[in-house]
């Protein structure tokens, strides 16, 4: 290499290293000045285990307008409070029902989940979901760290201070780190502070939240505020909620279902119904609700077989409700009394289901009926303006795995197995006005709070119009316009709704709603 080469690479290289020097002070003197408590949420995250001496600003994200989904509107010929009462009655009903509702929302034990927004960059780590404490009990605060610090503050020697805040519960150390300043402890204000960031992480280690106000189930709100950054962690204080299990004894069917049959003067069916559960269930107990009038009544008492009396004509719900509350056995199979058992019906088959899955209730279906086995809601509106529409098409979601047949749904027919401490927790509400007919009231109360399932190849019989007192029965069996009426007015108020409708599907030359 040439002298004037040599000298050329000599002032290339020198003119590198003093570019790079000036560049780099240039750059501290313009991005220091901006310390972590003025910056904004959204700036750069220094990575974990690396020394951060300058931290550079992300662009200001503006708020974009981006169109959110909202609730489709209300849509509905059906049924209205509008069709039953007059404006002044429909008023007073309107604030009735939403005081009720707000006594309702009240009592309410299943909570729903605190939305928690986790901002990006912030310097704070901690558990944003799946703290639990038992009521005035304690819970460690695990995973609450700071995961990086200004370069300027660090090396200042800057006090570092850490605050926490609770609603519901008070604030204790398991131990103390020394050079660490903790004050409020054993109050709901808890503040750390130290210079020294190890130390500051190993204090936050030893956080315990304590609650101190009862409730069986709620949440508290801790706040963690550093350097202008917030931090919310939602403690999830539940008491504990004991199960209720059944003795299998011998592990059979009989030792494990039992069935509920309301009943009401069709005794030509129910002999039927009891003989075919007889024959392919032997052993298995039978609770039959009767109301069926005095001058009309047939004993029907026998082994396995409870006939409980009821006054008169006290309903079809109420019946329910009273063969629920005898069956001590973990499953309990509802039946019509005009429903019976087939050779080929398989309630096995629901056992296994209700065994092996997550869901409630399975129900069979209908012989020619069995396009009409099940059947969904579709809901509509919002607040206190919800829509139901019962569909037929479609009549099912998802089929369940390992059950070919049976799939997810909303409303059932009138024959199911469930399970009997779930169904318990709902009941069928025995108000008169559902004491002459009443089918779907036990799905909208299960609507979001049981899991249900029909299956399209279990079929039970179904002995609509069979029986010498058929005649008879259809006088006491059709209400009449003034007690449907009754009955669809009774369901608005009592769950809130705007309008229900029925949808039979692409089967009739028009879509029918409740009248």
Not at 220 to 227: E, F, K, N, S
Request: proline share 4%; charged share 25%.
């Amino acid at each position: 290499m040439s002298r004037d080469q040599r000298s050329r690479l000599f002032r290339s290289a020198l003119l590198f290293f003093v570019g790079c020097f000036c560049g780099n002070y240039w750059f501290k003197l313009n991005l220091t000045a901006d310390s972590v408590a003025k910056r904004e949420a959204g700036s750069i995250q220094a990575p974990p285990g690396y020394e951060v001496k300058t931290i550079l600003r992300s662009l200001r994200r503006e708020h974009e307008d981006i169109p959110t989904e909202k609730e489709t509107l209300c849509k509905c010929g059906g049924q209205r409070p509008s069709h039953y009462l007059s404006p002044w009655q429909l008023a007073n009903k309107q604030k009735e029902q939403a005081e009720s509702l707000e006594r309702f929302e009240r009592r309410r034990i299943d909570l729903k989940d605190v939305y928690n927004q986790v901002e990006g960059s912030s310097p704070i780590s901690y558990p944003a979901h799946g703290v639990y404490c038992r009521p005035r009990r304690k819970v460690r605060l695990n995973g609450v760290r700071i995961d990086w610090f200004d370069a300027s503050v660090v090396q200042g020697q800057t006090q570092l201070t850490v605050q926490l805040n609770a609603e519901k519960g008070v604030f204790d150390l398991a131990s103390s780190v020394d050079y660490v300043a903790a004050e409020g402890e054993g109050t709901a204000q808890l503040t750390i502070r130290t210079t020294n960031p190890s130390l500051l992480n190993r204090q936050l280690l030893y956080i315990v939240y304590r609650n101190t106000l009862y409730d069986a189930n709620t949440f508290d709100l801790v706040r963690l505020q550093y350097a202008g950054f917030t931090a919310t962690i939602p403690v999830h204080i539940q008491q504990v909620q004991l199960p209720w299990l059944y003795d299998q004894k011998g592990g059979k069917f009989q030792d494990r279902v039992t069935v509920v049959v309301k009943t009401f003067y069709r005794y030509s069916n129910l002999k039927r119904l009891i003989a075919s559960i007889h024959e392919y269930y032997p052993g298995t107990r039978m609770v039959i609700a009767d109301d069926t009038p005095s001058k009309l009544f047939t004993s029907v008492q026998a082994p396995n077989v409870d006939q409980f009396r009821m006054p008169e004509n006290i309903g079809y719900f109420a019946g329910r409700n009273l063969g629920l509350s005898q069956v001590s056995t973990e499953y309990f199979l509802y039946t019509d009394d005009d429903h019976y058992i087939r050779n080929d019906t398989r309630l096995h088959k629901f056992m296994s289901l209700l065994d092996k899955t997550n869901f409630h209730l399975v129900s069979a279906t209908y012989e020619k009926r069995e396009s009409k086995f099940s059947s969904t809601l579709e809901v509509t509106g919002e607040n206190n303006h919800i829509c139901l529409l019962q569909r037929y098409e479609p009549n099912h979601f998802h089929e369940i795995p390992g059950f070919p047949g049976c799939y997810a749904n909303e409303i059932c027919q009138n024959f199911f197995m469930a399970s009997t401490n779930e169904v318990k927790s709902i009941g069928f509400d025995p108000d008169q006005a559902l004491a002459r007919i009443g089918h779907e009231e036990i799905f909208l109360s299960a609507l979001g709070r049981l899991r249900t399932a029909a299956c399209r190849n279990n079929v039970i019989g179904h002995n609509r119009k069979g029986g010498p007192e058929f005649k008879d029965y259809g006088k006491f069996r059709n209400p009449g316009e003034k007690s449907e009426a009754l009955r669809f007015k009774y369901n608005l108020f009592k769950h809130n709704l705007a309008c229900t409708q029925i949808d039979w599907g692409m089967n009739t030359t028009k879509t029918k709603t409740k009248k």
